[in-house]
Nanobody, 125 residues
Framework: VQVAESGGGLVQPGGSLRLSCQIS????????LGWFRQAPGQEREGVAS????????SYADSVRGRFTISRDAAQNSLFLQMNDLRPEDTAVYYC???????????????????WGQGAQVTVSS
């Protein structure tokens, strides 16, 4: 199984970015997926998650209303639309796939067993 993020970069406060994650070797239509982030000196935290059937989503309080998680099962891809970005959103963002099939969305890292290499997002003027 391979996971590859793309779309990170430098953006000014208030700007937008869209992260993409291409997954191969596991059909995302069977698995819940998530986005996590880790800032320097901090623990990895869950940002957004989507259930195996794409119906339910979960968000961290800090991003709710600004970030939107979505997926394209036909392309086996996951996305994170990030709007109204703030300096505190600066981090490496990771895409992850849950270990078990047919599970609900979760922001807990321990239920994910496949991780990408990460994409740097920097919000600065």
């Amino acid at each position: 199984v391979q996971v590859a993020e793309s779309g990170g970069g430098l953006v000014q406060p208030g700007g937008s970015l869209r992260l993409s994650c291409q997954i191969s070797g596991r059909m995302i239509s069977l698995y819940a997926l998530g986005w996590f982030r880790q800032a320097p000196g901090q623990e990895r935290e869950g940002v957004a998650s989507i259930s195996w059937n794409g119906v339910a989503t979960s968000y961290a309080d800090s991003v709710r209303g600004r970030f939107t998680i979505s997926r394209d099962a036909a392309q086996n891809s996951l996305f994170l639309q990030m709007n109204d970005l703030r300096p505190e959103d600066t981090a490496v963002y990771y895409c992850a796939v849950q270990e078990r099939i047919h599970t609900i969305s979760s922001l807990e890292p321990y239920v994910y067993d496949v991780w990408g290499q990460g994409a740097q997002v920097t919000v600065s003027s």
